[in-house]
């Protein structure tokens, strides 16, 4: 079965400072995975993806690094900005593009 | 507006009482997911479409839950015999289905509390 996990359930920083949410996951059928955000009362958005060919993807503030080796991804938001809190979902792709997510980080950034 | 839209926003029901919940794909997208959301979770899959058939059903979708997309367009998610733990987000979401590892659109969600 597939599984990701994040572990730490909130995180809180500066603005302008860089927030840094991990994700972990066992078994990969794919090794393609998203990132979701999600604000209060909104379903989750798109913000950046990696595919296993890649262990860098960057879009703007937000990259997403990918460690195969450790079963290991993160995202890095720099600099960070108010507009920026949310909740944070890291999903793995399996077969038929349907999404595993983890529970999710809530991030809050800090004026 | 052009995204996937879900009907109704929010819904307030007695335990043993039927719901359904009506979603509308982006028109171009083929395929048609539903997924759940209880506090503290992340989304969990729930059930999927290709066109009008549905392809694979998670176990979490009891007996008591059915899931239809007619015409392959829009799609209801029908729970019956509502129980205090079905109140939860219920999210449709859609994509082109051109390849496995395609992004999801999501709507913003049903949310749905048994009383």
């Known amino acids: 079965d597939q599984q990701v996990k994040q572990n730490s359930p909130s995180l809180s920083v500066q603005e302008g400072r860089i927030s840094i949410l991990n994700c972990d996951y066992t078994?990969?059928?794919?090794?393609?995975f998203l990132w979701y955000k999600k604000y209060p009362a909104e379903g989750p958005t798109f913000l950046i993806s990696i595919s296993s060919i890649k262990d860098k993807n960057e879009d703007g503030r937000f990259t997403v690094f990918l460690n195969k080796s450790a079963k290991h991804l993160s995202l890095h938001i720099v600099p960070s900005q108010p507009g920026d809190s949310a909740v944070y979902f890291c999903a793995e792709a399996g077969a038929n593009s349907k999404l595993t997510f983890g529970k999710g980080i809530t991030l809050s950034v800090r004026p | 507006d052009t995204g996937v839209s879900q009907d109704p926003r929010h819904k307030i029901t007695k335990r043993g009482q039927n719901v359904t919940f009506r979603c509308d794909p982006i028109?171009?997208?083929?395929?048609l997911y539903w997924y759940r959301q209880t506090l503290g979770q992340g989304p969990e899959f729930l059930t999927y479409f290709q066109n009008e058939a549905q392809l694979e059903k998670s176990r979490l979708l009891s007996d008591r839950f059915s899931a239809e997309r007619p015409k392959g367009s829009f799609s209801t998610l029908e729970i019956q015999r509502t129980e205090q733990g079905d109140s939860a987000m219920y999210l449709c979401a859609s994509s082109t289905g051109t390849l496995n590892t395609g992004e999801l659109f999501f709507g913003e969600g049903s949310r749905l509390t048994v009383l």
């Open positions: 078994n990969s059928m794919f090794d393609y």
């Open positions: 028109s171009e997208h083929n395929r």
